[in-house]
């Protein structure tokens, strides 16, 4: 017995002595691998924020030039100087303040709406079979439908309040949603399905802890997606005897030959939509690394 276990013992130490010093040289460059990997990284990600800022610069280079050098009249295209002061006086006067105030809760309020209802059309044509063949052909032909098509409808039914213009937002928003959402949990995987339906989880509870988690992603998206679409319904939305917001600000701006005003309320449009956009990016960020 005591021959046969000193070979045994020999060979596992002949086999660790030359194994451990390569196993540490690897664990050493493994451990300095992941030490060294996220390094390069944030400097990468950095130049890569910059690099979209590259094109709005350039713009506002040619802009600048094009109306100091160039042979551009100002009532056709305004200076940036022309347009700062536009908006420097509208703030004075605390117009312009109110006129961002009321666009933001339009469309936020018509975001929250149009979302909502998106994402219950989605999960019941996603869900049922019945549903599918029920809605969707009638909500493919609604979402064809032009944003001006529906004004003077809204007016007759709902007046020119705020609810004829949130109305027309929720619409917009409500198209993108229903879109992802319905596409995403038909492919659902059907074991994760099988799983939450052998824990005994209803259709409500199995929706809202399995399925509507699996899609969440493309949940998101559709989120980002309809929040750009109710800034493009809001100028429409707007258009209804308005008398405050951005939109109305660019149609009268239009009305009274303003077009430093018009130039204002383009670019605050933009500024907002993508500061939306980045305010939803961020969440997206944060749910899918708590959803992963």
């Known amino acids: 017995m005591t021959d046969q276990s000193f070979p045994l013992d020999g060979r596992r130490a002949e086999s660790r002595a030359p ?8 664990g050493a460059g493994t451990e300095e691998s992941r030490v060294e990997t996220p390094a390069p990284a944030r400097p990468r990600r950095r130049g890569l924020a910059l690099l979209g800022a590259i094109l709005p610069v350039a713009l506002v280079l040619a802009w600048v030039l094009a109306t100091t050098v160039g042979d551009v009249p ?15 006086q509208l703030a004075g006067t605390g117009q312009l303040g109110q006129y961002v105030a009321i666009s933001v809760q339009r469309v936020l309020i018509g975001f929250a709406v149009g979302s909502a209802a998106g994402l219950a059309l989605g999960a019941l ?17 609604v979402r064809a439908v032009p944003s001006l098509a529906w ?23 409500a198209f993108p ?11 659902v995987d059907a074991h994760l399905v099988e799983a939450g ?28 997606l309809a929040l750009a679409q109710s800034w493009l319904f809001l100028v429409a939305a ?18 009274n030959g303003r077009v430093d005003r018009m130039f204002l309320a383009i670019i605050l449009l933009a500024l907002l939509g993508t500061l939306t ?16």
């Open 74 to 88: 100002a009532y056709k295209v305004p200076s940036p100087l022309d347009v700062w002061t536009a908006g420097v």
């Open 151 to 173: 004004v003077p409808l809204l007016i007759l039914y709902l007046g020119i309040g705020e609810d004829s213009k949130i109305t027309l937002i929720a619409i917009g928003a």
């Open 238 to 255: 707007e258009l209804i005897a308005s008398s405050m917001g951005l939109g109305f600000l660019l149609s009268d701006s239009q009305a």
């Open 177 to 187: 949603v229903f879109t992802t959402v319905a596409g995403s949990l038909r492919h």
């Open 125 to 141: 044509v996603g869900l049922s079979r019945v549903g599918e063949a029920l809605l969707a052909p009638s909500i493919a032909a």
């Open 277 to 292: 956009d980045a305010v939803l990016n961020l969440l997206q960020r944060v749910l899918l690394r708590r959803w992963r």
């Open 197 to 224: 339906r052998a824990y005994g989880l209803g259709p409500v509870s199995l929706f809202a802890r399995v399925q509507l988690p699996a899609v969440l992603p493309s949940l998101v998206s559709g989120l980002r």
């Open 19 to 26: 194994v451990a010093p390569d196993a540490a040289d690897a």
